[in-house]
C-alpha cells in the first residue's frame, strides 16, 4: 500500500499562492490516478482535484477551477498542488490519496497527516 506525505501547507493573505506536493513510496504510484482532498473545521472531507496516472488528464472541483493546477512527476513520486488566488473558504487540512476509478472524486488507501492551508482575509 501506498505511504503518502503531504507538505507546502502555510499562512497566506487572501489573493496569495502556495504549492503543495505529496510524495509517496513505491513504484506502483506511477500506476495510480491521484487526487487532492481536502477538510474544514466541522465539515467533511471534500474533492479538490485529480490527475491520471499519466499526467494526461486533470480534473477539478468546481470552487478551485482556475485557480489551482494538479501535477505530478512519476520519477520523482510525486503529486503537487499549485494554488493561485487564495481565498479564505480554501482553507483547510489538504490530503492527496490514490483514485481508484478515474472520475469518481472517490479515494482509496490510507490518508497522509496532511498540510495545513490558512488564508487569511
Known amino acids: 500500500q501506498v505511504q503518502l506525505s503531504e507538505s507546502g501547507g502555510g499562512l497566506v493573505q487572501a489573493g496569495g499562492s502556495l504549492r503543495l506536493s505529496c510524495t509517496a513510496s513505491?513504484?506502483?504510484?506511477?500506476?495510480?490516478?491521484m487526487g487532492w482532498f481536502r477538510q474544514a473545521p466541522g465539515s467533511e472531507r471534500e474533492f479538490v482535484a485529480a490527475?491520471?496516472?499519466?499526467?494526461?488528464?486533470?480534473d477539478y472541483a468546481d470552487s478551485v477551477k482556475g485557480r489551482f493546477t494538479i501535477s505530478r512527476d512519476n520519477a520523482d513520486n510525486t503529486v503537487y498542488l499549485r494554488m493561485n488566488s487564495l481565498r479564505p473558504d480554501d482553507t483547510a487540512a489538504y490530503y492527496c490519496?490514490?483514485?481508484?476509478?478515474?472520475?469518481?472524486?472517490?479515494?482509496?488507501?490510507?490518508w497522509g497527516r496532511g498540510t495545513q492551508v490558512t488564508v487569511s482575509s
Open positions: 490527475i491520471s496516472w499519466s499526467g494526461d488528464s486533470t
Open positions: 490519496a490514490v483514485i481508484p476509478v478515474w472520475g469518481t472524486h472517490v479515494a482509496s488507501g490510507s
Open positions: 513505491g513504484r506502483a504510484f506511477r500506476t495510480y490516478h
